[in-house]
């Protein structure tokens, strides 16, 4: 099918044609052409950049903190007076059933608008009376200031979230943004600039570039000498680029990268709790999210017991047409996406993989089986050193593995280039003291998984990023204290 729709780059108020190419926007659910995007070439994004410099000194920049938290709850009321346009770019870009995203992922976007103008009002300056040892007397007073244009390189997993948790802190601090949604997932960033308007956001605060990274408008930004600090989420190796790109001018990076997550089941656990737990963890959002499990260990004495009861689960989930409330689990994001999960399917079996559930392509029918559906798969019997076992799949695939103490599970879970999050089934609370903080990860989740709170620090130890976003933290990347010494 071919589609009259077009996604254009929104720049300085405006709705943008790029100078660029068009490539086309794919619903992965049935293969269908959503949209065709308009690719921002090194001109267009250096326009946007200009045109965020501009606003930092127009009236933007003249603005309280009371003044841009109430702007930015006219984001939010304008996010879920328009719930339905959202939902339904968000399902047409990802293939993501209904349910989470109507009940979860939008809702939760606007959110995020709320709680950071929140934490921004609330947030007090900081003052300090100094006393010298020669009797003179000053007053410190911290002032927070923006860091000026930030730009804001998005991933496709949880699209507009993973947006709106980089431009609502990035607004409350006074930062004018450009922001480079991913290839694959482009509509909702360019509704939200409707939004802006409506909501009173001046020209060129908000700002939007499509295209690819290297080479294109990822890039562009990035090196873009006029940006003044940059904000990732995407894989590791993108990272780094990226680490090398801010390096020029010596720019601040917020990294938020992959992860090889472990879930850790005690024989003493809440079993079917830890059961429905981990059957999220492994294959919520088609196992397309940084914080799931792709590694499971689990103590022997329940072993056999746990692999079947969360066999059972995964052919359990329900697949299919994205619109029927009860479907759980949607495609992967591309086909191409497919091909590299299939690949990990194929070393998995070459590397010795008992396969407990999945294991390929589900038979869904017409229109569905022109899509990237993949089946929810549960490995057992690799060893530690196998490709699907260390690497970041982000797929719905588990491999779960026996274990017999505390200090091996730690070493099994702390030997990875990862370190995001873990998670913790188990009633004794002297364990979850001891081996909580021994865990290398930004977060350990107990007797629960991916419950958070906004106001918390989120991020990841080694390969898994660097720096916290969340609450304050986001505070403190997004602008830069300056001190003024009064003398009294
Ligand atoms: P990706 O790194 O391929 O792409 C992310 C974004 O970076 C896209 O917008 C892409 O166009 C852009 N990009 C690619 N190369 C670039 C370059 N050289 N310069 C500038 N921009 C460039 O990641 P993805 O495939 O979109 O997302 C999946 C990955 O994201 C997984 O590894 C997942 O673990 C990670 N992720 C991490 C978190 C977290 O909070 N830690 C959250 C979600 C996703």
């Not at 929104?10 to 959503?34: L, S």
């Not at 130890?461 to 003024?484: C, D, M, P, Q």
Request: aromatic content about 6%.
């Amino acid at each position: 099918m071919t589609t009259n729709r077009r996604i254009l780059n929104f720049i300085d108020g405006r709705c943008v044609e790029g100078r660029g190419r068009w490539f086309e926007d794919i619903n992965p659910a049935d293969g269908e052409v959503v949209a065709e995007v308009s690719e921002a070439t090194a001109a267009d994004v250096d326009a946007a950049v200009s045109a965020a410099k501009r606003a930092l000194a127009g009236p933007w920049g003249k603005l309280g903190v009371e003044e841009r938290a109430a702007l930015l709850h006219k984001v939010a009321d304008g996010i879920m007076a328009r719930l339905d346009d959202f939902v339904a770019a968000e399902m047409a870009d990802t293939g993501k059933p209904l349910m989470p995203t109507r009940m979860g992922e939008i809702p939760r976007a606007a959110g995020q608008f709320r709680v950071f103008a929140e934490i921004g009002r609330v947030t007090p300056m900081e003052m300090f009376e100094s006393a010298m040892p020669d009797g003179r007397r000053a007053l410190n007073l911290v002032h927070r200031v923006p860091r000026g244009v930030v730009a804001a390189i998005c991933p496709w997993n949880l699209p507009f979230m993973l947006l709106t948790w980089k431009v609502a802190p990035a607004l409350i601090c006074g930062n004018t943004v450009v922001v480079k949604p991913s290839e694959e997932t482009p509509a909702t960033a360019a509704l939200l600039g409707e939004v802006m308007t409506a909501a009173g956001i001046p020209e060129g605060v908000y700002n939007v570039v499509h295209g690819f990274g290297p080479d294109s408008a990822g890039e562009f930004l990035t090196t873009h000498e006029g940006v003044d600090a940059i904000t990732f989420t995407g894989e590791t190796k993108t990272g780094e680029a990226i680490m090398r790109a801010a390096a020029v001018g010596t720019r601040g990076v917020s990294l938020e990268l992959g992860g090889k997550n472990a879930g850790i089941v005690f024989a003493d656990c809440d079993f079917a709790a830890a059961v429905a737990g981990e059957t999220k963890a492994a294959f919520h959002n088609c196992g397309q999210i940084c914080l799931g499990n792709e590694r499971l260990y689990v103590e022997r004495p329940i072993f056999e017991r746990f692999v079947e009861a969360l066999a059972e689960a995964a052919r359990g989930l329900r697949m299919g047409d994205p619109m029927d409330k009860a479907t759980q689990i949607g495609p992967l994001i591309s086909r191409q996406h497919r091909e590299k999960v299939l690949g990990y399917m194929e070393q998995a079996r070459a590397a010795g993989a008992e396969v407990h559930a999945g294991g390929g392509i589900p038979a869904l029918g017409d229109p569905f089986d022109r899509g990237a559906w993949i089946e929810p798969t549960l490995w057992t019997g690799m060893a530690e050193d196998a490709a699907a076992v260390r690497e970041e799949i982000f797929g719905p695939c588990v491999h779960v593995a026996p274990f017999d103490d505390e200090d091996e599970v730690r070493a099994l879970v702390n030997d990875s280039p990862y370190g995001l999050t873990a998670t913790l089934w188990t009633r004794d609370l002297d364990r979850v003291h001891r081996l909580a903080p021994a865990l290398e990860v930004g977060v350990v989740w107990v007797n629960d998984w991916m419950v958070r709170d906004l106001r918390t620090g989120f991020g990841g130890a080694k390969g898994s990023g660097i720096g916290r976003e969340g609450g304050v933290h986001s505070l403190h990347f997004y602008s830069e204290t300056r001190n003024v010494c009064i003398r009294t």
